[in-house]
């Protein structure tokens, strides 16, 4: 077994590889930019090597800068973890010519499959379903626009080096696959040092499903079941789960045989996904290998009892696999949420900043039986940075049926608390309660279809509302009496508290009553409703869990001006509890209305702006391009939302700016 292993990597997944290396005793290095110094992976390995400035074109995917550490360590293996140089060919040659093993799958595997022209010609010669495409390179835009009239549209445009959702444009006429083909390849290139592009047949309404193998280096390969990774934004992947709520026992076994072969052909070993396109009828197409740990491999591992990542370092230190194909089970059900530093109250644009509170929930089996995991690599007091991905954390759960992992999910997102950023949070919490993705229908339009106008928050249902009232009620009594309770004052000559409120949040106006009942305050609504609800809270604590009606519901709390601010399950609301006077006063006060930006563009996310494409005096369309910013690796497009006239441009290419920055004005 290994002595020392050097982690080529950063944040969530350096953290996940050093806590299982721990365990298995092994001594640990990690390697770090300028961004990274006080970085959460830095701190928990056993040595930490600098490598260079933030850009990670000037430091993580460094060849020789991750030679050089493992020299002054003297480290027996490297574990790339996922995304820099993972698949890179390259990188494990040259650890194999230092005598370093390459925790991971052998170069060739890693060059034949990490090219996805190669792979799908490879995957068809190994009898696997492929999906119908042009696999030769292609030279420039007008290429392309042949090429997909050719294939029909909708076509998929991608880079041939690509992963996470980089470098992938959909593209349903010749203007899109003329535009997607740039951009596709100005991202490969920034993201991967390689801009070679191919096009493949969109398939409507589809499901991504990928299947886990893994091998040892004495001809086993085995696959452990399927994970379903259906819900993505821009190609990237927000919501996991194993297994597919959609796939049969013959459907799986198909798709993990074909996996199996297709590892096989290229004499694959280690851990490696490969993933799949499934229609409507369970037919499924190739659509490429992964030669690399998944970030989604928390919910195999929770299915399984596998910790692929110790499975993965025995193999590259020799060692047979420990089990057959017979042994693998898959048990129960595992529900992953990816938390990323991205607002999706701004159509899920980047966020960074100092992380001003990080309380993730207690991780380990609940009393309900239910697990709780989050992989991480961030920490209170610590920074999202701009120049790496804006994953913040992996929170899994894990219960013996969908529906229970599914509440597990919905509860400790609610527990999780996380401010100072922009986050998905309340986004992932509103997926969790909606009645499509609790029946399992899904699909890669997931997102697109449920929320076409993007993100604005759940608007409570009256129960809701009524809940949310009761919660706040509470809380206003809480206040009231704590303001009350002056010391020192006479008796009989305290403040009394009143009975009666009128409530308002997210448009209800909800007249309550509140008395003390046998368990605890009893709110009663001039509907006839009453619900019994009670707390821990106190004043100050921006997180407390409430018992209403008799279900325990995990709120933040705020101040905000004078009333309470409430989030909950993707709801986001400003409660207002005053007298039934006061309340009547404050309905004939005058509403403030925002400041008028319509004739600006400004700048949505902090970022690097890349073109500027129009100039002053310029007439523009509605939908056309005006500018690019890129951010967190990715290059957003930022167009108008009608006809005209620019007046003055105040951003130049190269520039730096910080969110809601100036980019142009309009007349």
């Given at each position: 077994?290994?002595?020392?292993?050097?982690?080529?990597n950063?944040?969530?997944i350096?953290?996940r590889?050093?806590k299982?290396?721990?365990?298995?005793g092994?001594?640990?290095v990690?390697?770090?930019?300028?961004?990274d110094?006080e970085?959460?992976?830095?701190?928990?390995?056993?040595?930490a090597?600098?490598?260079g400035?933030?850009?990670?074109?000037?430091?993580?995917?460094v060849?020789?800068?991750?030679?050089?550490a493992?020299?002054?360590?003297?480290?027996?293996?490297?574990?790339?973890?996922?995304g820099f140089?993972?698949?890179?060919?390259?990188?494990?040659?040259?650890?194999?010519?230092e005598?370093v093993?390459?925790?991971?799958?052998?170069?060739?595997?890693?060059e034949?499959?990490?090219d996805k022209i190669?792979?799908?010609?490879?995957?068809?010669?190994a009898?696997?379903?492929?999906?119908?495409?042009?696999?030769?390179?292609i030279?420039?835009?007008e290429?392309?626009v042949k090429?997909a009239n050719?294939?029909?549209?909708?076509?998929?445009?991608?880079?041939?080096a690509?992963g996470?959702?980089?470098?992938?444009?959909?593209?349903?006429n010749?203007?899109?696959?003329?535009?997607?083909?740039q951009?596709s390849?100005?991202?490969?290139?920034?993201?991967?040092?390689?801009d070679?592009?191919?096009?493949?047949k969109?398939v409507?309404?589809?499901?991504?499903?990928?299947?886990?193998?893994?091998?040892?280096?004495?001809?086993?390969?085995?696959?452990l079941?399927?994970?379903?990774c259906?819900?993505?934004?821009r190609?990237?992947k927000?919501i996991e789960?194993a297994?597919?709520?959609?796939l049969?026992?013959?459907?799986?076994?198909?798709?993990?045989?074909?996996a199996?072969a297709?590892?096989?052909?290229?004499g694959?070993f280690s851990?490696?996904?490969?993933?799949?396109?499934?229609?409507?009828?369970?037919?499924?197409y190739f659509?490429?290998?992964n030669t690399?740990?998944?970030?989604e491999?928390?919910v195999?591992e929770?299915?399984t009892?596998?910790?692929?990542v110790?499975?993965?370092?025995r193999?590259?230190?020799?060692?047979?696999?420990?089990?057959s194909?017979?042994?693998?089970?898959?048990n129960?059900?595992?529900?992953?949420?990816?938390?990323?530093?991205e607002?999706?109250y701004?159509n899920?644009?980047?966020s960074?900043g100092?992380?001003?509170?990080?309380?993730?929930?207690?991780e380990?089996k609940?009393?309900?039986?239910?697990?709780?995991?989050n992989d991480?690599?961030v920490?209170?007091?610590?920074?999202?940075?701009?120049?790496y991905?804006?994953?913040i954390?992996k929170?899994?759960?894990?219960?013996?049926?969908?529906?229970?992992?599914?509440?597990?999910?919905?509860?400790?997102?609610?527990?999780?608390?996380?401010?100072?950023?922009?986050?998905?949070?309340?986004f992932l919490?509103?997926?969790?309660d909606?009645e499509?993705f609790r029946?399992g229908a899904l699909?890669?339009?997931?997102?697109?279809?449920?929320f076409?106008d993007g993100?604005?928050?759940?608007?409570?249902?009256?129960?809701?509302?009524q809940?949310l009232?009761?919660?706040?009620?509470?809380?206003n009594?809480?206040?009231?009496?704590?303001?009350?309770?002056i010391?020192?004052?006479?008796?009989n000559?305290q403040r009394?508290?009143?009975a009666?409120w009128?409530?308002?949040?997210a448009?209800?106006?909800?007249?309550?009553?509140?008395r003390?009942?046998?368990?605890g305050?009893?709110?009663?609504?001039?509907?006839g409703?009453?619900?019994?609800?009670?707390s821990?809270?106190?004043p100050g604590?921006?997180h407390?869990?409430?018992?209403v009606?008799?279900?325990s519901?995990?709120?933040?709390?705020?101040?905000s001006?004078?009333?309470?601010r409430?989030?909950w399950r993707?709801?986001?609301?400003?409660?207002?509890v005053?007298?039934?006077r006061v309340a009547?006063?404050?309905?004939?006060?005058p509403?403030?209305?925002p400041?008028d930006?319509?004739?600006?563009?400004?700048?949505?996310?902090?970022?690097?702006v890349?073109s500027?494409l129009?100039?002053?005096?310029?007439?523009?369309?509605?939908?056309q391009?005006l500018?690019?910013?890129e951010?967190?690796?990715m290059?957003?497009?930022?167009?108008?939302?009608?006809?005209?006239?620019?007046?003055h441009?105040a951003?130049t290419?190269?520039?730096?700016?910080?969110?809601?920055?100036?980019i142009m004005e309009?007349e």
């Amino acid at each position: 077994m290994f002595k020392k292993i050097l982690i080529a990597n950063r944040g969530e997944i350096a953290c996940r590889v050093i806590k299982t290396a721990q365990k298995l005793g092994i001594a640990t290095v990690a390697v770090y930019s300028d961004a990274d110094r006080e970085a959460l992976h830095v701190k928990m390995a056993d040595e930490a090597v600098h490598i260079g400035p933030a850009p990670s074109n000037q430091s993580y995917i460094v060849i020789q800068k991750i030679i050089d550490a493992i020299r002054q360590t003297g480290a027996d293996a490297v574990h790339p973890g996922y995304g820099f140089l993972s698949e890179n060919p390259n990188f494990a040659e040259a650890l194999k010519a230092e005598g370093v093993a390459f925790i991971g799958p052998p170069p060739v595997a890693i060059e034949a499959m990490g090219d996805k022209i190669t792979s799908k010609k490879i995957a068809a010669s190994a009898g696997v379903n492929t999906v119908p495409g042009h696999m030769g390179l292609i030279e420039d835009a007008e290429e392309a626009v042949k090429i997909a009239n050719s294939i029909g549209y909708p076509v998929m445009i991608k880079a041939s080096a690509g992963g996470g959702g980089k470098g992938m444009r959909i593209a349903w006429n010749d203007a899109e696959a003329r535009e997607g083909f740039q951009s596709s390849k100005n991202e490969a290139k920034s993201s991967f040092g390689d801009d070679r592009i191919f096009i493949e047949k969109f398939v409507t309404q589809p499901r991504h499903i990928e299947i886990q193998v893994l091998g040892d280096q004495h001809g086993n390969l085995l696959y452990l079941g399927e994970r379903e990774c259906s819900i993505q934004r821009r190609n990237q992947k927000v919501i996991e789960e194993a297994p597919s709520p959609f796939l049969d026992a013959e459907t799986r076994k198909a798709m993990g045989e074909q996996a199996v072969a297709l590892g096989k052909a290229v004499g694959y070993f280690s851990a490696g996904t490969v993933e799949f396109i499934v229609d409507g009828n369970r037919n499924f197409y190739f659509l490429e290998m992964n030669t690399r740990l998944q970030v989604e491999h928390p919910v195999t591992e929770l299915i399984t009892g596998i910790d692929l990542v110790e499975e993965m370092i025995r193999v590259a230190a020799g060692e047979k696999l420990r089990f057959s194909q017979a042994d693998v089970k898959l048990n129960g059900w595992a529900i992953e949420s990816r938390l990323y530093a991205e607002d999706p109250y701004r159509n899920f644009l980047p966020s960074i900043g100092r992380l001003t509170r990080y309380r993730p929930p207690i991780e380990g089996k609940r009393d309900d039986g239910t697990i709780v995991r989050n992989d991480t690599g961030v920490f209170e007091g610590g920074e999202i940075s701009m120049y790496y991905d804006p994953m913040i954390a992996k929170l899994c759960t894990w219960a013996p049926d969908r529906l229970t992992a599914v509440e597990a999910m919905g509860r400790a997102l609610d527990d999780f608390e996380v401010e100072g950023i922009g986050h998905n949070l309340p986004f992932l919490s509103a997926v969790m309660d909606q009645e499509r993705f609790r029946s399992g229908a899904l699909t890669t339009a997931y997102i697109a279809e449920e929320f076409p106008d993007g993100f604005a928050g759940v608007a409570p249902s009256e129960a809701d509302a009524q809940k949310l009232a009761a919660v706040a009620a509470l809380i206003n009594q809480f206040a009231q009496r704590r303001g009350a309770q002056i010391s020192g004052s006479l008796a009989n000559h305290q403040r009394p508290v009143g009975a009666d409120w009128v409530v308002t949040l997210a448009g209800f106006t909800l007249p309550l009553h509140v008395r003390d009942g046998a368990d605890g305050t009893v709110v009663e609504f001039d509907d006839g409703t009453a619900l019994a609800v009670s707390s821990d809270w106190l004043p100050g604590h921006p997180h407390a869990n409430f018992a209403v009606d008799g279900a325990s519901i995990g709120v933040k709390v705020s101040r905000s001006g004078t009333g309470w601010r409430l989030r909950w399950r993707g709801m986001d609301v400003v409660t207002h509890v005053r007298s039934p006077r006061v309340a009547e006063l404050a309905r004939l006060m005058p509403v403030k209305l925002p400041p008028d930006t319509s004739k600006m563009l400004l700048c949505p996310m902090p970022g690097v702006v890349t073109s500027i494409l129009v100039k002053a005096g310029d007439t523009v369309e509605a939908g056309q391009s005006l500018a690019t910013v890129e951010a967190m690796k990715m290059e957003n497009v930022l167009r108008a939302e009608r006809k005209g006239t620019v007046k003055h441009v105040a951003a130049t290419a190269g520039e730096s700016l910080a969110v809601d920055e100036l980019i142009m004005e309009f007349e």
